[in-house]
């Protein structure tokens, strides 16, 4: 009997917090005629902020709003749909995946309640079927627990896209391009030419050390050159704040991508060990940015893998 109280004490103490945490609110932000976005927390992820640390954005056309990535937990694509609702009557018509990262996608099984078509780069389908995902959602039913959990769910795409792919709603065209292999190997661009915005995904980031993870470094150098040749107003990073002035903001990713090349390049090829490496390196420029301590020398010592197998 004790026991059990005990349990009926701690359920309600959880869902007080629960409730207490809940008072998370996306505020979209305007950044051309027709488009917003909501900007994720720079943090690691966690249950106090709901996996909110991505962005998403949104375009209300004539003909129904598309919405880019999905947010890191269902409960804040739910709050994002309410948001979309409180400027438009449009319904939700599309979903335009950037990748497959947990952050991006857990709320997609929101958007397709809903009755919106989901589009993503056709390399999602090894990530949503490998032990990778699966474990990974295992371990974020724990770690983002109430907003992640068993009914959490990963989801594939209606449309793959294979390389590029031109989407028209309502007369505004989105150009979607296939970038990668570079931060993920599925990576997607959408650019909207009548707004002149351009939704980057995890390409850029802004205001915190990017994730590396196994990324294909080589590959993300390029998709930056890619992403300068649109010629842009705006760009939508995956991570940050948004950016009118495009060619400064993305050189921090670019010239930190190339910085972990060059500190590792030599050692890797070299065979000598990451730890000696990875201490030699001056990281003063970055060491006081958010997120240096939790992703730096994992993106280092992936770098360093990387050019060993390039």
């Known amino acids: 009997m004790r026991s059990l109280l005990f349990g009926i004490l701690s359920l309600l103490a959880f869902s007080a917090t629960a409730n207490k945490i809940d008072q998370l609110v996306l505020k979209p932000i305007q950044v051309a005629p027709h488009t917003y976005f909501v900007r994720g927390l720079p943090e690691m992820g966690s249950s106090k902020n709901q996996n909110f640390i991505s962005n998403a954005g949104f375009v209300i056309t004539p003909k129904g709003v598309v919405v880019v990535d999905a947010l890191g937990s269902p409960v804040l694509a739910k709050k994002l ?25 857990y709320g997609l099984q929101e958007f397709r309640s809903i009755g919106a078509k989901i589009y993503a780069q056709g390399e999602g ?92 470094s080589k590959g993300w150098l390029q998709a930056l050159d890619e992403i300068g040749s649109l010629n842009p107003n705006v760009v939508i990073p995956g ?11 993305i050189r921090f990713t670019r010239e930190y991508l190339r910085y972990l090349r060059e500190s590792m390049t030599k050692s890797a090829v070299n065979m000598d060990p990451f730890e000696e490496a990875y201490q030699q390196t001056d990281w003063s420029e970055y060491e006081g940015m958010p997120l240096f301590r939790a992703a730096n020398r994992m993106n280092a010592y992936n770098v360093y893998l990387s050019i060993q197998a390039e």
């Open 239 to 249: 991570h940050g704040a948004h950016s009118i002035n495009p060619v400064d903001d």
């Open 81 to 105: 749909i309410a948001e979309i609702k409180k400027l438009t009557s449009q319904r939700v018509v599309a979903v335009i995946v950037t990748h497959y990262h947990a952050d991006h996608v």
């Open 125 to 216: 389908r090894s990530y949503i079927t490998s032990e990778t995902a699966k474990q990974r959602l295992i371990a974020s039913r724990i770690d983002f627990a109430p907003w992640v959990n068993a009914s959490t769910k990963l989801i594939g795409a209606d449309v793959w896209i294979d390389r590029s792919y031109t989407l028209t709603v309502g007369s505004v065209v989105f150009k979607i391009s296939r970038v990668g292999p570079a931060h993920a190997p599925e990576d997607l661009i959408i650019y909207v030419p009548s707004e002149k915005v351009l939704f980057a995904g995890d390409l850029v980031f802004r205001g915190r050390i990017p994730f590396v993870g196994n990324a294909d």
